[in-house]
């Protein structure tokens, strides 16, 4: 496995299980994320209809994707919920246009449906319609001030635009805002990567 793979594995295990003690210690975050995906397989097969949505979610994040897409295929979905997850789906195997497509389905269902909308953007990123990510963010910044996964997606449209001062800006307010949380010093590190 490459060190950029391990590296996200143990972000997204941090965020998942809640730990930050594991950052050098590759195998204990390998033996982690088997846990964590053998724990997920279990709560999948148990899950009511509430919990699968967010079961599945977990799923795509730690790399189970042949088994979250069976999961997501198997029903017991409401409708936007099944769309988005595969929209997430598609993105993680780089098939924009079809999770553009399910995102379009889901915004139809429901025009305010707030996971759509984040993917949404994400995928202007992904298009480098870096303005219209910027706008979108901003305006699901104004709904919910405190989610970090839109301060992350502005703050990658902020970069990629190469406006590095108001990236750096939003990585201090995420980082006062939240210290617990890697969101702003992620920001902070991108600027300084990619302004050289």
Known sequence: MNLLFINWLILCLQVVIGKADLANDTPQVLEKLSKERQALSVRLSRSDPAEKQEVLKSMLMLGQWDEALAGIRSGNLAPTDSLNLMASWHWLHNDFFKSEACL??????????????????????????LTEA????????????????????????????????????????????HPDKGTGYLIEADVYFWNQ
Request: glycine share 2%.
């Open 134 to 177: 910027e706008s979108l963010c901003r305006a699901l910044l104004l709904q919910d001030p405190d989610n970090a996964e839109v301060v992350q997606i502005l703050g990658r449209s902020l970069i990629l635009q190469r406006n590095y001062p108001a990236a750096l800006a939003l990585a201090e307010t995420a980082k006062k805002q």
């Open 104 to 129: 379009d389905a889901v915004l139809q269902l429901d025009p305010d449906n707030r996971a759509a909308q984040i993917m949404q953007a994400r995928l202007k990123v992904e298009a480098w319609q």
